[in-house]
Each structure stands twice: as structure tokens, then as C-alpha cells.
């Protein structure tokens, strides 16, 4: 329903964040960005869009009387995207899945709802960026087939809802939320109004039609374009999509679930034919062969919940300029800062007329602290030319005085070492006594200083 002119008010509204005003500012009193307030018109009660939503209307129950349905949850046909919505999608869902442009959300939910709809369940894939032959053409490339899986390609909203009142799919994916618009708001698709009210919209047909949908939303830098930040709070489950464009691997992150936990992490592999599962994400990271090399270290670190195996390589020489270069990729470079200052300081190390280059095999970023332990080393072995044992593993956070500081997830880092064939494990004092001989078949030292583990697993460079 067009809008009359003269009863239109208008207000801006930041397309970075959301931030309403009724007069025009430079910059966003909110999110502080500049330039990103943009006129929009403000809907009367009556013209907003939210006077179309359905009424439920359930009387007040008891909680013990409420019965759970027990085919709640259906699972995607991948089991790391399974485990990332904690065992599978919950029937009348709304869930957001937000990454990178090009990243790989069209593809995930396209294998996906193949084989959601190979499980008995109708599925419609709303394709408002792409035609169905372009679609198509990506199914043949996926090698996916169904014949229960409908493809519409439309991006007004009020078509969209017509079709799945007449279709009743059980789960229907909008792919993306950026590019559909309704016809009760006049700003543009992908501005903050519209998003934000057609995804109001889907939430009630969601609910009332008891449908799971997956909106896909485009993470943008700039602000022009209205980011998935502003429809978090709206949805049942939020799911980051990320991963380096130039690499293949690929993480699905939780970041909010209404049904599980946000701990989980799925890994996938970006091959010709799709996305691959990661079961094994250890082995992406490692290559066995280059340990046995001067700054190459192998650490255990976190996913979520799950234990990975990655390696740390560093580069220490003596550098051109007045004072050394610190260059960090995939650790974080005030933490690198922070080591090598403990280094100087505890082990009387001087690195101020060296440059330092740290780099985290893979592309994958580490932000946690347990992975100190194994920087450091990576440093110290480059600096003395030695290296670390191969088939040891070091795990422990460096504390200010230099001492090894706890880490949480111990039990599991150890396991997941142990399962991929390593001899040794270096680790922060912290297990409670006799809690060392449950782990088999690989050795587990305890160490309190940096100095501990230097003498735990440093030696001279074999032939
Ligand atoms: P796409 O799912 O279209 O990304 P998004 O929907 O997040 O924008 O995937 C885009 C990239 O994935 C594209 O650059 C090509 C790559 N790709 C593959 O490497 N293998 C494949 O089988 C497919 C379908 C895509
Ligand atoms: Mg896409």
C-alpha cells in the first residue's frame, strides 16, 4: 500500500545500526559512524506493516502442563552445522545466518536444504539475489538433486508470503534478507527499515505458520548498506559464517541460540564441489613434517568447545632499522608484545635489535592466551637456533612474571593430541594428583616456568 504524501513523516535513521532521530545528524550519536543517517519515512500505525501480523492467540498455560513435541528438532544433513544450532534446526525457527559477501552462505544453505528436503520435508529456497537458473546451475555444480526442494526467485515480501501460504513448506530460506523488500515501506531494499520490518514479518509467519526459516544477511563494512547487527535481537539463533576469502576453510560461529549453547564451531573445507565437513579441523592446520625446524611450534588451542591442533612458526633476525620490527598474523599483536617483553625480561633475552615475525599456519586467528606457552617457544628456538621436540605439543598462558598460567578445556587439548599421534604434551600445573595417568600413551609434563619447559622439550637441531 503506497503511502499518502501528506500525512508523510519522516525521521533518519542510521543504516549502521539502527539509531533513530528526528532531525539530520553527521554523525551516529550511537555507533558514532559518519554519513550513515539517511531519511526514511515513518509509518503511521495503521500503515505499518505491522498491523498484517497474525494474532496468536493461545490461552496461559502451566509449565508442566506445556508437552514438548518430540520431532522439534531435524538435523541439515551436515553434522557441523547440526552441532552449531545444538543438534539440528528447531521446527518454527528464525534463524540468522550472517557472514562476508561471497563466503559461502548461498552454498551452505543450498547443500543444506537439498538434504533437509531428501529427509521428507518441503522446503522453499527464496532466491531474491539470484535467478532459478543461476540457482540451478549451482545445484548441477553441487551436484545436488531433490524433488522436494522448490526455488522461487522474487524479492517482494507480499509475494513471498502468498507463495508459502499456498505452498506450506516446512522450511523456507531467504536468501538474503538484504535484498528483499515489502511493499508498506517505501525506503529501499537493504535499509535498516525495511530489514528490520520484513524480518519482523518472517518472524510472525515463523511462528503462526510454525516455519523454520533461515534468513541469510550480508556483514557489510560501510553503511550503506543496513548490516545483520540491527536484526540480532529479533531472531532465535544468530550464526557467523567467517573464514579468510583467500583460503578454503571455512567456521560456522553461534552467537546467540535461544535453544543451546553459543560454544559450539562447525569447520568446513571450500573445495570445487562445495563445502566439505572438517571432522578432523587438526589435521587442516598441521604439517607434521616442518616441525622439526627452529620457531615451529605446535599448540593446542580452543574452537568453542572442541580442540584444535595448530602450528606457530616465528622468525627472528637481526633487523635493518633502528629498533626491531614485531609483525603478528593470527595472534594477537599486543599479546606478542606482552611475550616477547616477559622473554626480555625473565630469561634476559634481547630481542630489541631483532625483528620478530609470527605467523599462525592455516590463516587462523588465535585470540586466547593458552596459546603463550607456544609463541614464546617459537621465539626462543628461532633466537637460539634449537628446536622444539617434534610430536610435543605446548599448551599453558605466560603470566607478567613469566610464570605458566592455567588454561580451561585442559582435558580435552590433551585428548585431542594424544588421538593424533603425539608423544608428548607440555602443560601449566594444574592437574589435580593422579588425574596424569589418565591419559595414555602420551607423556604429560606439568611445568611452572618458561624455564621448565625449555628444559622439558628444547634441544639442539637434529640432523
Ligand atoms: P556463495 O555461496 O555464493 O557466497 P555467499 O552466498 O556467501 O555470497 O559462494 C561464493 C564463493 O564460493 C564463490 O567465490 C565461489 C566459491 N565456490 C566454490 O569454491 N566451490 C563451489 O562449489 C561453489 C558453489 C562456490
Ligand atoms: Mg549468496
Redesign the pocket.
Known amino acids: 500500500m503506497p503511502i499518502k504524501s501528506e500525512k508523510t513523516k519522516t525521521k533518519w535513521v542510521c543504516q549502521n545500526c539502527g539509531y533513530e532521530t528526528s532531525k539530520y545528524l553527521g554523525k551516529c550519536p550511537d555507533c558514532g559512524s559518519w554519513g550513515t543517517l539517511a531519511e526514511e519515512v515513518e509509518l503511521t500505525v495503521k500503515q505499518n506493516a505491522a498491523s498484517q501480523r497474525a494474532l496468536r492467540d493461545d490461552e496461559p498455560s502451566l509449565i508442566d502442563e506445556i508437552e514438548i513435541d518430540s520431532s522439534i528438532r531435524f538435523s541439515t544433513g551436515l553434522e557441523e552445522f547440526d552441532r552449531v544450532l545444538g543438534n539440528g534446526l528447531v521446527q518454527g525457527s528464525l534463524t540468522l545466518l550472517a ?12 547443500q543444506s536444504s537439498c538434504n533437509i528436503s531428501n529427509n521428507g520435508k518441503k522446503i522453499m529456497y527464496v532466491a531474491a ?1 539470484e535467478s532459478s537458473s543461476q540457482v540451478k546451475l ?1 545445484a548441477k ?2 551436484n545436488l538433486s531433490s524433488d522436494s526442494l522448490y526455488i522461487y526467485a522474487q524479492n517482494n515480501f507480499e509475494l513471498i508470503k502468498k507463495h508459502i501460504t499456498d505452498l506450506k513448506p516446512d522450511v523456507v530460506v531467504i ?2 534478507i538484504q535484498a528483499i523488500y515489502s511493499n508498506d515501506i517505501t525506503s529501499t531494499a537493504g535499509s535498516v527499515s525495511q530489514i528490520r520490518e520484513c524480518t519482523n514479518l518472517l518472524m510472525d509467519l515463523s511462528k503462526s505458520q510454525n516455519i523454520t526459516i533461515i534468513i ?1 544477511g ?1 556483514v557489510t563494512k560501510d553503511g550503506n548498506i543496513a548490516g545483520p547487527k540491527v536484526l540480532e535481537h529479533m531472531v532465535d539463533s544468530v550464526i557467523y ?1 567467517e573464514g579468510d ?1 583467500y583460503k ?1 576453510y571455512r567456521i560456522l560461529r553461534c552467537m546467540k541460540n535461544r535453544f543451546g549453547t553459543t560454544n559450539e564451531v562447525g569447520i568446513f573445507n ?6 566439505q565437513q572438517v571432522t578432523n579441523p587438526s589435521e587442516l592446520f598441521l604439517n607434521k613434517e616442518e616441525t622439526n625446524t627452529p620457531g615451529n611450534v605446535i599448540i593446542a588451542t580452543n574452537e568453542g568447545t572442541r580442540p584444535l591442533l595448530v602450528e606457530i612458526q616465528a622468525l627472528v633476525g637481526s633487523t635493518a632499522y633502528p629498533s626491531g620490527r614485531r609483525v603478528s598474523n593470527g595472534v594477537d599483536y599486543n599479546r606478542t608484545l606482552q611475550i616477547i617483553a616477559v622473554l626480555e625480561k625473565r630469561l634476559g633475552i634481547n630481542l630489541s635489535k631483532q625483528d620478530v615475525y609470527i605467523n599462525v599456519i592455516g590463516g587462523m586467528n588465535i585470540n586466547e592466551p593458552a596459546a603463550d606457552l607456544g609463541v614464546a617457544l617459537a621465539i626462543l628456538t628461532c633466537a637460539r637456533d634449537v628446536v622444539v621436540d617434534s610430536d610435543t605439543v605446548i599448551v599453558g598462558e605466560i603470566g607478567l612474571s613469566g610464570e605458566i598460567r592455567p588454561v580451561n578445556n585442559l582435558e580435552k587439548r590433551i585428548i585431542e593430541a594424544q588421538k593424533l599421534g603425539f608423544k608428548k604434551i607440555i602443560i601449566p600445573k594444574q592437574l589435580k594428583s593422579g588425574e596424569k595417568k589418565n591419559f595414555k600413551g602420551i607423556e604429560v609434563v606439568e611445568v611452572k616456568r618458561i624455564l621448565d619447559a625449555i628444559s622439558a622439550c628444547v634441544n639442539k637441531v637434529t640432523a
Open positions: 557472514g562476508d559477501p561471497g563466503i559461502g552462505k548461498s552454498t551452505l544453505l543450498l539475489e549451482r555444480r553441487l536468501d538474503s541469510i550480508h559464517f576469502k578454503s571450500m573445495t570445487e564441489d562445495g563445502l
